[in-house]
């Protein structure tokens, strides 16, 4: 689950990990209050920063400074409400509907952290770099030992000495190495405690005045730990994400929409990435990951097979089961209560295995309706891409 950064760093500053002052504001109204109030407090300027789930902001015109309250009103009004079109938002944007009116602060120097898990050595990782402010994946692939690693033991987690290891190696002077250190081992419990999958402080700055602090954060939560965070759940804002996969959520469906033309239903992850790869290996393009999971009742494969139309994208749909603990004709009755519902014009692929194949073909035969049944995954792929393209 992505949140926002002023909701990062909310929970950064419980755990002792030094932020700005900062305040979300949702109108132009109270964003001049908040500017003012950090103007009366003594800061020099005020950061106007839009809040969406993308990177980019700045470059793409999301994040402003204002010398004066006037200033800081009208950056407010513009950004406010605007279309902001980043590197990660794809063309289309995202609209801004919050604000955080943040502090200013005397930048000494910029530089980056960040914990991620590694799945490929199954251990989270304390990645630094002097090249903070930057795309880290430019810098990664440009230069990719400008990238400092430490990786963390899971049975002792992160340690001092590593904090100081990298602090060294950022090339910090003498009066920050303890405050980075200080601040890198409250960023790591917070990242343990939280049940994160990804905390990143781009850039972590030092300031003239020698303190250090997190300029920006973004932090994703494992949905599967949620349960243990109640409060967290507060934190998803649905208007980032597509409506499609905030439907298919209410009903426990794995939903994932993509840019093709043929629509997939599969029960099983893995078979889910199979069919998607073999639609591309037959010269198509898969529209959605949908995997409607192993114990799929009839409702649920009906809602699925909804989701899945609601794209006018899709031109065809593959329908790839393999029957274990969800029964093939539990989902025959399900895709034809779908496609009555519907009225589906769109042609129907079909490739079946498992319990009860025989009553859901059964159930399919008796329907009525045209669906074109497979006998193969590379037959079912042939022809809903052929089907897809109108041939």
């Known amino acids: 689950m992505k949140i926002h950064e002023y909701q990062a760093k909310a929970i950064l500053s419980k755990y002792g990990v030094a ?27 005020v950061v106007v920063k ?11 015109g999301g994040v402003k400074l204002a010398k004066n309250l006037e200033q800081a009103s009208q950056l407010a009004d513009q950004i406010l409400g605007m279309q902001l079109v980043t590197h990660q938002t794809g063309p289309e944007g ?24 590694d799945r490929a050595v199954s251990r989270s990782v304390f990645m630094a770099s002097k090249a903070g402010g930057m795309e880290i994946e430019e810098v990664a692939a440009k230069d990719p030992d400008a990238i400092i690693k430490e990786y963390i033991d899971p049975a002792i987690g992160f340690q001092p000495f590593q904090a100081r290891k990298i602090a060294f190696k950022l090339g910090l002077t003498k009066e920050f190495i303890a405050p980075a250190v200080k601040f890198m081992m409250a960023l790591y419990k917070a990242y343990e405690e939280s049940d994160a999958s990804l905390f990143e402080i781009n850039p972590f700055i030092t300031t003239t005045d020698g303190r250090v602090f997190a300029l920006d954060a973004k932090v994703n939560i494992d949905d599967n730990a949620l349960y243990r965070h109640p409060d967290f759940k507060e934190l998803r804002d649905i208007t980032e994400e597509d409506p499609l996969e905030v439907e298919a959520s209410k009903y426990s469906l794995n939903y994932i929409k993509l840019d093709g033309t043929v629509g997939c239903m599969v029960n099983g992850a893995g078979l889910a990435m199979a ?8 010269g198509g393009e898969p529209a959605n990951f949908l995997d409607v999971g192993g114990g799929a009742t009839s409702e649920q ?21 393999f029957g274990g603990i969800l029964r093939v004709d539990t989902l025959a009755t399900g895709v034809i209560e779908a496609a009555r519902k519907t009225k589906i014009q769109l042609p129907i692929v079909l490739r ?4 009860n194949v025989e009553e859901g073909r059964k159930i399919l035969q008796e329907s009525g ?17 052929a089907a897809a393209a109108g041939r």
Do not use: C, W
């Not at 079946?352 to 319990?355: A, F, I, Q």
């Open 50 to 60: 839009a809040q969406i789930h993308a990177g980019g902001r700045g470059k793409g």
């Open 94 to 117: 995202k609209k801004v509907q919050r604000l955080l009116i943040e502090e200013g602060l005397p930048i000494a120097s910029e530089l980056y952290l960040g914990i991620v898990l």
């Open 301 to 321: 494969v009906t809602q699925a097979f909804q989701i899945l139309l609601a794209d006018k994208n899709v031109k065809a749909v593959l329908i790839n089961i």
């Open 19 to 45: 932020v700005p002052r900062g305040t979300m504001v949702e109108t132009r109204e109270a964003a001049e209050r908040a500017a003012k109030d950090l103007f009366d407090a003594g800061s020099p300027v």
């Open 352 to 355: 079946l295995e498992g319990t």
């Open 275 to 282: 069919t998607m790869d073999i639609i591309k290996f037959a």
């Open 369 to 385: 309706l045209n669906f074109i049944v497979a006998k193969t995954m590379k037959d079912a792929a042939e022809k809903v891409v």
